[in-house]
T-cell receptor, first 115, second 115 residues
């Protein structure tokens, strides 16, 4: 299994809703990532979970909160989002964070629309 | 400031033709450079990864080159197919071998292959 799966594929939510994006990999990878990608822009790193430690991009607002229930899952909890948070949210994983083992495998993404 | 610049921004070619995409970077210290292919609305897929000592690497019809002295990389696509239509993203990791440096993403080149 060389896939990173993400659910849901599409999500429409209001600014008062609470929702979660899910990401799962069964490749035994030790690092998982969340990215946000706006149209025609490169992905922007939001969070890295590696060796049971969470690294946060300081520019990410607190209305986004990651959760790692186990080594195969990395969820992204969403609360009180703004319309500008509408984007493609990509999850990725890598075997490790150094050298050749750091090639990241991306999921298909969740297309989020905040109304 | 660490930057990755890609050119052209977009490119249209006829099926069966070859093309070359460019990536210039100012990232220092340099760890590795990778090319990703991203279909519209999908997650990026890794094509190649090269370290400082590697000049060229192939993956099927894709051949990437790296000149670490001039800090330039290219991605050559041979005998293009309609399925090659996608955005191609150059990503450079800063830092040395085992360092957990940042990934610097280029803005991508949008390639359209026409029949």
């Amino acid at each position: 299994d060389t896939e990173v799966t993400q659910t849901p594929k599409h999500l429409v939510m209001g600014m008062t809703n609470k929702k979660s994006l899910k990401c799962e990999q069964h490749m035994g990878h030790r690092a998982m990532y969340w990215y946000k990608q706006k149209a025609k822009k490169p992905p922007e790193l939001m969070f890295v979970y590696s060796y049971e430690k969470l690294s946060i991009n300081e520019s990410v607002p607190s209305r986004f909160s990651p959760e790692c229930p186990n080594s195969s899952l990395l969820n992204l909890h969403l609360h009180a989002l703004q319309p500008e948070d509408s984007a493609l949210y990509l999850c990725a994983s890598s075997r490790d964070r150094a050298g050749y083992q750091e090639t990241q495998y991306f999921g298909p993404g969740t297309r989020l629309l905040v109304l | 400031k660490n930057q990755v610049e890609q050119s052209p921004q977009s490119l249209i070619i006829l099926e069966g033709k070859n093309c070359t995409l460019q990536c210039n970077y100012t990232v220092s210290p340099f760890s590795n450079l990778r090319w990703y292919k991203q279909d519209t609305g999908r997650g990026p897929v890794s094509l190649t990864i090269m370290t400082f000592s590697e000049n060229t690497k192939s993956n099927g019809r894709y051949t990437a080159t790296l000149d670490a002295d001039t800090k330039q990389s290219s991605l050559h696509i041979t005998a293009s197919q309609l399925s090659d239509s996608a955005s191609y993203i150059c990503v450079v990791r800063e830092g040395f071998g085992g360092s957990q440096g940042n990934l610097i993403f280029g803005k991508g080149t949008k390639l359209s292959v026409k029949p």
